[in-house]
């Protein structure tokens, strides 16, 4: 399975602290996107970085990329309680251009108020 | 703006009874997608059609069949439903042919008893 893993699994920090998430890969890959789930509802997409990229910004978030060591981290500043939510890096696994988009296991954070 | 909708958003099924679970989408996006996400195991491809009249199989496809007739929408059919497909399962779509976001349903909570 091409599947990422997300480290740290589960992450609480005070309200205003930085959050970091990271997300290792196994597969060369075209490009990395993170996404975010509120508990009970889909995916919503926050980020994509391509893979002759090192780092992208987005508002409060910042992802950077290491295609030689297979891994991204998601970095969200200033954190506020309405980060609250499960975070999950998703490769681009594309073969004979057919894009299949291949999840990790997700980092569940908690922003305390 | 509706997005992706699926229907039945929360469905209790006995084991070795068949079940659609209907995905719509009213962006005109190319590409859809099937997710299952279990806890700890992040959500895993499915099934996954490119285009209209196209489909292709991702991770975890044994026991699914898909089908693409249209742009619009693509169902996904547990033929005999067993226990182990519990799960919630999410629709996605995508807008083109290369590398972009993708976009979710709120989900499907399928219980096989």
């Known amino acids: 399975s091409q599947q990422g893993e997300e480290d740290p699994q589960a992450l609480s920090i005070q309200e205003g602290e930085n959050a970091t998430m990271n997300c290792s890969y196994k597969t060369s890959i075209n490009n990395l996107q993170w996404y975010r789930q509120n508990s009970g509802r889909g995916l919503v997409h926050l980020i994509l970085i391509r893979s002759n990229e090192r780092e992208k910004h987005s508002g409060r978030l910042r992802v950077t990329l290491d295609t030689s060591k297979k891994s991204s981290s998601l970095l969200i500043t200033a954190s506020r309680a309405a980060d609250t939510a499960s975070y999950f890096c998703a490769t681009d696994a594309t073969t004979s251009g057919t894009y299949k988009y291949i999840f990790g296991t997700g980092t569940r954070l908690k922003v305390l108020a | ?113």
Not at chain 2, 81 to 98: E, H, L, W
Request: aromatic letters at 8%; hydrophobic letters at 35%.
């Open chain 2, 1 to 113: 703006i509706a997005g992706i909708t699926q229907a039945p958003t929360s469905q209790i099924l006995a084991a070795g009874r068949r079940m659609t679970l209907r995905c719509t989408q009213d962006m005109r996006h190319n590409a859809m997608y099937w997710y299952r996400q279990d806890l700890g195991l992040g959500l895993r491809l499915i099934h996954y059609s490119n285009t209209a009249g196209t489909t292709g199989k991702g991770e975890v496809p044994d026991g699914y069949s898909v089908s693409r007739a249209n742009t619009d929408d693509f169902p996904l059919t547990l033929a005999s439903a067993v226990p182990s497909q519990t799960s919630v399962y999410f629709c996605a779509s995508r807008k083109g042919q290369s590398a972009g976001e993708l976009f979710f349903g709120e989900g499907s909570r399928l219980t096989v008893l």
